[in-house]
């Protein structure tokens, strides 16, 4: 391995120590609200340094074809250890800033799309289904104005009918008629009775 394939691999195993520290910081801030002892947080933490190593080893591969040294972990150590000592505030308060920053922006996007899309399509929604009511309000009282018009005239016939039948035949019919709702409300009665 020549000398300037080892400087880069050293340079780029400290950027990657850097990385490491930033990502773990960035992990704790987003996760730093969690049960430690779950399933979920043994698989979190496996995922996450499952990508940091499968990164580490791809920037590796880039650098010297993979080949493992000792400087390699010495040099990550180091990267690490600086990133700690020299950027790790600078990072957590840009980190801060960049987490308010996309917050409001993501606020301000959902209240966008509040107002241009959702709303308008409830409001749309809202519209069609009161003019179907009153559609069906008018179509209703269209059929039952039709329906007196219509038989109206059969009325008038079943009218003068009436008046051509003889008297005795009128009371038998009424007569007739008061019998069969006095059966329908002994019938009431007894289910009354029987439900009882």
Same mark, same amino acid.
Request: with cysteine; net charge positive.
């Given at each position: 391995?020549?000398?300037?394939?080892?400087? /880069?691999?050293?340079?780029?195993?400290?950027a990657g120590g850097m990385f490491?520290?930033? *990502?773990?910081?960035?992990?704790?801030?987003?996760?730093?609200?969690?049960?430690?002892?779950?399933?979920?947080?043994?698989?979190?933490?496996?995922?996450?340094?499952?990508?940091?190593?499968? @990164?580490?080893?791809?920037i590796l591969y880039l650098a010297? +074809?993979?080949e493992l040294r000792v400087y390699?972990? /010495?040099?990550?150590?180091?990267?690490?250890?600086?990133?700690?000592?020299?950027?790790?505030?600078?990072?957590?308060?840009?980190?801060?800033?960049?987490?308010?920053? /996309? *917050?409001?922006?993501?606020?301000?996007?959902?209240?966008?799309?509040?107002?241009?899309?959702?709303?308008?399509?409830? *409001?749309?929604?809202?519209?069609?289904?009161?003019?179907?009511?009153?559609? +069906?309000?008018?179509?209703?009282?269209?059929?039952?104005?039709?329906?007196?018009?219509?038989?109206?005239?059969?009325?008038?016939?079943?009218?003068?009918?009436?008046?051509?039948?003889?008297?005795?035949?009128?009371? +038998?019919?009424?007569?007739?008629?008061? @019998?069969?709702?006095?059966?329908?409300?002994?019938?009431?009665?007894?289910?009354?009775?029987?439900?009882?």
């Amino acid at each position: 391995m020549s000398l300037t394939t080892q400087f /880069v691999t050293i340079l780029t195993m400290l950027a990657g120590g850097m990385f490491v520290g930033a *990502s773990v910081d960035t992990f704790e801030r987003f996760f730093h609200n969690r049960n430690k002892k779950s399933l979920l947080e043994i698989i979190y933490q496996l995922l996450f340094w499952l990508i940091q190593a499968a @990164f580490l080893f791809y920037i590796l591969y880039l650098a010297n +074809y993979g080949e493992l040294r000792v400087y390699v972990f /010495v040099a990550l150590a180091c990267g690490y250890a600086s990133y700690r000592a020299l950027f790790q505030n600078l990072y957590l308060k840009a980190l801060e800033v960049i987490i308010r920053v /996309v *917050s409001a922006i993501l606020r301000t996007l959902k209240k966008i799309i509040y107002h241009l899309v959702i709303w308008p399509i409830k *409001s749309m929604i809202f519209l069609i289904f009161s003019l179907l009511i009153v559609v +069906y309000k008018i179509l209703l009282k269209g059929i039952i104005l039709l329906f007196l018009v219509v038989f109206y005239p059969i009325k008038l016939v079943f009218r003068l009918i009436w008046r051509l039948v003889p008297k005795n035949m009128k009371n +038998y019919l009424r007569h007739l008629a008061g @019998f069969l709702d006095k059966i329908k409300n002994t019938m009431s009665k007894w289910k009354k009775r029987f439900n009882k």
